[in-house]
């Protein structure tokens, strides 16, 4: 909001330099956003205010002039407020009745007879001109002037054109129509509060007026509005006609102005002085008493202080009214209402609550910003009471944040919206669950509550490797979504996520990839950290591979965790719009795949399995032995199994987890009691992990056709075509038995047949070379069931 | 505060969202709530509570600590459910952007009617609330020029936080 110094300076004694009232006035909260030089040759300066919206008091010159005489605590000079009055009296010329004061508490109008209609005096250009209004005729410049000066929105009819001299503010008749001034005709219905003359409306109430009562070259008499309109009703409470599109309200209404009542603005009529005129005696004035209260209050000032904080150097009370800058204003304790620069100061707006509704405190924060928050001494307070000790959940949180920070996996932060596509390419945790869509998007790429931290993990896997990073190891701790069948607030259990792949290594060492056994390392780890064990079961998952089935690992009762290689499909439709050639770099330098897996909730609490060939978490919440100590789980399972070495890149953790469950560190230190919950139990902690990992072609266990890339592939299309051959050979064969004599073999079809079949052997015998020695017909379990062991 | 009674202490980290996108605002972001009531809370607390604990990491890393300020720009809060703090007063500290300032941490005494509907008597206690996005925070203390490089999961600048 602009605001002109020169224009300032006629109210109120101006600083010399314009920086120093800016930078009172941003200590004040009004920010000055800039100070620039109008337009124009004049010699001015121009401050660019962001006047917050809970300040309308400054949104005028008056106002600004009004802060800025209590700040620099200088005399404020008010504009000259009754004007010359004609001897005919306005009540006779003019009538106005509200017929819904809730949307109108007040209206008040005056008239002017005998104006001319002329361009604006030099002074009124300059000063609109400052502030980036455009000059259009002295009636429309007085009501914008006086506007930017106090606040007030005025509007000039053409006293003319009102039918039966008199106006109504009501709610518009349906079918009503009324052409405003920018030229739109608009439909009315009864929710618009309008001002009507006795026959049909001439303006939509605090947002424009109507073009046929608009003021022209040819108007003589004009009738001036200057009303109050209810914040909910009319306008406010509705977007106009026209402007429905947009998001909030367009237009405010105008405020509830105290100015109206205090000055007598409309009264003010600069018009009589510009444009000529008689102003006529009196003033037309409605309103609902029952809305306009006293805006007294008392003001202690020793609660003030107490409020504040304020304390002198002694150590005593410092009482704010001993300030100099206050005292020179001399603060009564008294009545507030009674002393007006105390007025001018509190900036005590209307609210609609009745007056014994506004607290002290309202008071203290005016008294605290003109004083200044940079005065008050900072102190720390002295609340009684034990420190709460930290949340179970952020503790666990931190604990698995360290294991796995510890394990090599850095963590990252994703938005918690997904694209619906990718949530369908992933595996939930509840795949029954629908996700949750967004009311209100950013756009379809961000529209659904993720229901599975996976799918943005492998974007992050596949954004860093393209930036070069040859090893991804990323974990992140978030909330996934899920619906309620019952609906209601969704639901939403923490997750654990975890991606690896790539290569990891020097060039002068043997480098390995980094797969689902890396996952596994560090699930592994992390279960053992919280003395749990991992178990497998197998799982068909969306978007993982199947056939080698790296395990779901699942719980006795319920679901606890999924692991799978990723299929790479998944992975790639994560940019669906990446040009497809720049592919074949991608993929070649490294073929990804993912493996998801979860670990189960009520860490602490799970069974522990310790037999060789099952990995992975149960959860036996229910369980009877559960109740018991750690110890006794084991007991019931036998003797451990010996600790395995670690597997071949050394940073596996041992298969072999715990000697027994351990118990949590106490947030106070300490072991626990055995047979006593372990905290962390009560929430569930959900674990999910992605291994991205390469070359995965072998284990694929679609039929061979669908990759015709690889050898097997083109292996087998080969056999099938001589399979063919020899089929019809044979055929040929048979029918013609009865013309050739046997044996076939001296027919020269029947040496043909043979180095066929030859060939068909041996090309079987390839097939089954190239394929993977441990084929997808066969329970992968074993080679990544069981303890997922190597 | 409806369920409990004074004295309450309460700081709330988290994740939060917002409809807005672009270099300074991100759909969803992190921040850091606190509240406290209790009798005889002050302003002086308000600004004790924050500026002298904060103020060092909250500005750039060659900044001037004096250069955060508590100026009394008195924003409604009222959207956080039943805590609103009326009479918020934001400080600010220097933006990036060398002119003006930034809004970092909104803070504020407790409005007595917050606290008379919730049942606390708001002549006997009194509170003071405050928020800080952190990755704005972030941001202004590290000199980094856009709030998506916090969420794109880059590996090397991930390695950079530490805990």
Request: charge should be positive.
């Amino acid at each position: 909001m602009e605001f002109s110094c020169d224009w300032l300076a006629q109210y109120v004694a101006l600083p010399t330099h314009p920086q120093e009232l800016a930078k009172a006035l941003t200590a004040a909260g009004l920010a000055v956003e800039g100070e620039t030089a109008p337009a124009s040759d004049i010699d001015d300066t121009v401050l660019d205010i962001d006047v917050t919206t809970n300040r309308p008091d400054c949104m005028n010159h008056f106002g600004l002039a009004r802060e800025i005489s209590v700040l620099y605590g200088v005399p404020l000079s008010r504009p000259p407020a009754v004007p010359a009055e004609g001897t005919e009296r306005v009540a006779d010329a003019a009538r106005v009745t509200i017929d819904d004061f809730e949307g109108c508490p007040r209206f008040t109008g005056r008239v002017v007879r005998g104006v001319t209609i002329g361009p604006s005096p030099e002074w009124l250009r300059r000063r609109l001109e400052s502030i980036g209004l455009r000059s259009i005729n002295n009636v429309v410049d007085v009501t914008n002037f006086i506007l930017w000066e106090l606040g007030q929105p005025l509007h000039a009819y053409d006293f003319a054109k009102l039918a039966g001299s008199q106006l109504v503010v009501r709610r518009a008749r349906p079918g009503e129509k009324l052409v405003t001034l920018d030229g739109v005709d608009r439909e009315l219905d009864p929710e618009i509060l309008v001002i009507a003359d006795a026959e049909r409306p001439v303006g939509l109430a605090g947002v424009m007026g109507g073009l046929e009562s608009e003021v022209t070259a040819e108007t003589r008499d004009i009738f001036i509005e200057g009303a109050h309109f209810g914040r909910r009703q009319g306008a406010g409470g509705r977007p106009a006609p026209g402007h429905a599109h947009r998001r909030q309200p367009p237009l405010r209404t105008r405020r509830r102005s105290g100015d109206l009542r205090r000055g007598r603005e409309p009264g003010r009529l600069l018009i009589a002085e510009i444009a000529g005129g008689t102003v006529l005696a009196g003033i037309l004035d409605v309103r609902d008493e029952s809305q306009c209260w006293s805006r007294r209050g008392r003001l202690d000032l020793r609660k003030l202080d107490a409020f504040a904080g304020a304390r002198d150097r002694s150590g005593g009370r410092r009482a704010l009214a001993h300030r100099p800058r206050l005292r020179r204003r001399s603060l009564p304790a008294g009545r507030l209402g009674d002393h007006r620069p105390l007025l001018a100061l509190l900036r005590l707006q209307p609210r609609p609550e009745p007056p014994h509704e506004v607290y002290p405190q309202d008071i203290y924060e005016e008294v605290l910003r003109v004083f200044g928050l940079d005065r008050i001494p900072a102190a720390l307070p002295g609340i009684p009471g034990a420190d709460a000790p930290r949340a179970e959940t952020l503790i666990r949180r931190d604990r698995v944040r360290r294991q796995l920070a510890a394990s090599g996996y850095t963590e990252a932060v994703h938005f918690a919206f997904l694209d619906p596509a990718r949530d369908a390419a992933f595996p939930s945790l509840k795949p029954e669950a629908k996700p949750i869509r967004l009311a209100n998007p950013i756009s379809e790429q961000l529209s659904v509550l993720r229901r599975s931290l996976v799918p943005s993990l492998v974007d992050t896997a596949r954004f860093n490797q393209r930036r070069g990073l040859p090893a991804v190891r990323m974990f992140e701790i978030a909330n996934a979504f899920y619906e309620r069948p019952e609906g209601g607030i969704p639901n939403q259990p923490e997750h654990v996520g975890l991606v690896c792949g790539g290569r990891l290594g020097n060039p002068w060492e043997r480098e390995v990839e980094l797969d689902l056994l890396d996952l596994k390392g560090a699930l592994d780890a992390l279960a053992d950290a919280f003395g749990v064990r991992l178990e497998a079961q197998p799982a068909e998952l969306i978007g993982v591979l199947e056939g080698n089935s790296p395990s779901c690992c699942a719980a006795a009762r319920s679901s606890a965790g999924s692991a799978g290689w990723q299929r790479r499909r998944a992975i790639r439709s994560s940019r669906p719009s990446w040009p497809r050639r720049r592919w074949p770099a991608a993929t070649s330098a490294c073929r990804w795949t993912a493996a998801v897996s979860r670990l189960s909730g009520h860490l602490g609490r799970l069974h522990v399995h310790s037999q060789p060939g099952d990995a992975v978490v149960g959860d036996r919440a229910g369980d009877p032995r559960d109740r018991a100590a750690g110890p006794r789980l084991l007991a019931a399972q036998g003797s451990l199994p010996r600790p395995r070495r670690a597997g071949r890149r050394g940073q596996h953790h041992p298969l072999v987890p715990l000697q027994r469950p351990r118990a949590f560190a106490h947030p106070g230190g300490g072991q626990r009691p055995p047979g006593h919950p372990q905290p962390g139990a009560r929430t569930p902690l959900r674990l999910e992990g992605v291994a991205v990992c390469r070359s995965i072609g072998w284990r694929v266990s679609k039929p061979a056709s669908t990759t015709p890339s690889s050898s097997s592939a083109r292996c087998a299309r080969r056999t099938r075509t001589l399979h063919e051959t020899v089929k019809s050979l044979e055929t040929r064969l048979a029918g013609s038995a009865g013309q050739v004599p046997a044996p076939w073999e001296d027919s020269e079809d029947g040496e043909q047949l043979e180095v066929l079949q030859g060939r068909v052997q041996d090309l079987e015998r390839q097939l089954a070379e190239a394929r993977p020695r441990r084929r997808p017909g066969r329970p992968s379990a074993r080679r990544y069931g069981g303890g997922w062991r190597r | 505060m409806l369920s409990r009674k004074p004295p309450i202490r309460i700081i709330c980290p988290g994740r939060v969202f917002r409809n807005d996108n672009d270099l300074r605002h991100s759909p969803m972001f992190h921040q850091v709530e606190g509240l406290a009531v209790a009798e005889g809370i002050t302003v002086g607390h308000l600004k004790g509570d924050d500026p002298r604990l904060h103020a060092p990491a909250l500005l750039a890393e060659d900044g001037d600590p004096h250069a955060a300020q508590l100026l009394p720009l008195h924003r409604a809060l009222g959207e956080v459910g039943p805590s609103p703090a009326r009479t918020a007063r934001a400080r600010g500290a220097r933006s990036a952007r060398g002119t003006g300032w930034m809004e970092i941490l909104g803070c504020g005494m407790v409005d007595p009617r917050v606290l008379h509907n919730c049942g606390i008597d708001p002549d006997v206690y009194s509170g003071f609330a405050f928020g800080m996005g952190v990755d704005r925070v972030a941001m202004n203390r590290y000199g980094i020029p856009n709030i998506r490089l916090l969420f794109d999961n880059d590996e090397r600048l991930l390695r950079q936080v530490r805990g």
